[in-house]
């Protein structure tokens, strides 16, 4: 009995503690997609991709072209001019996958370049959601772009425009204005 009124006295507790919370949430790729900075390092991002993607398809061709011979004159080679053709076939599908892996792989190029150019953003991004939140007095900030659903959110408690505005980042761009 005691354990039970106890119980219920600590849950009247925290209803009224977690009444006290401020909550509020932010859409962080939108405050990433309005900023110059982002959309000059997604431009760069995407130039190299392109680049690399070239390439990778040159390299391709070159394969393709490399088997057709192969298949083509097939009849009429030795044994050791096959061996060596197959060899040659071998080392561009090498090199084509070691290309890709090392531009477009979980530790390639193009995720490091990424981290390179759009982490100090988010940083401040980061940084600018905790000013917000510290000058309003806010207990939790959450970020709607990351994937945690929502089923309901008030848009008054939406503080992505105070972000962007504590960012210096113009809110009246592109027929957008806050709160559309």
């Not at 009444?19 to 990433?32: G, H, M, R, S, W």
């Not at 190299?48 to 088997?67: H, I, N, P, T, Y």
């Not at 848009?155 to 980042?169: M, N």
Request: zero cysteines; glycine letters at 4%; hydrophobic letters at 40%.
């Amino acid at each position: 009995m005691k354990k039970s009124l106890l119980m219920a006295l600590f849950s009247v507790l925290g209803i009224l503690n977690a009444q006290n919370q401020k909550l509020a949430y932010v859409d962080t790729e939108l405050i990433l997609e309005r900023m110059p900075e982002f959309r000059s390092a997604q431009s760069q991002l995407d130039d190299m991709a392109v680049q690399w993607q070239a390439d990778a398809q040159q390299m391709q061709a070159q394969l393709d072209q490399l088997r057709s011979d192969l298949q083509a004159e097939e009849v009429w080679l030795t044994a050791d001019q096959k061996r060596q053709k197959q060899e040659a076939i071998a080392k561009v599908e090498e090199d084509l996958l070691k290309f890709r892996t090392d531009k477009f792989g979980p530790n390639g190029a193009l995720v490091k370049k990424r981290e390179e150019l759009v982490k100090p953003l988010q940083d401040k991004v980061f940084d600018a959601i905790q000013k917000v939140a510290k000058s309003e007095g806010y207990s939790f900030i959450f970020d709607k772009a990351s994937g945690v659903q929502m089923l309901y959110a008030d848009a008054r408690f939406d503080k992505t425009y105070e972000v962007l505005i504590e960012l210096g980042v113009p809110i009246e761009e592109e027929g957008n204005s806050p709160r559309n």
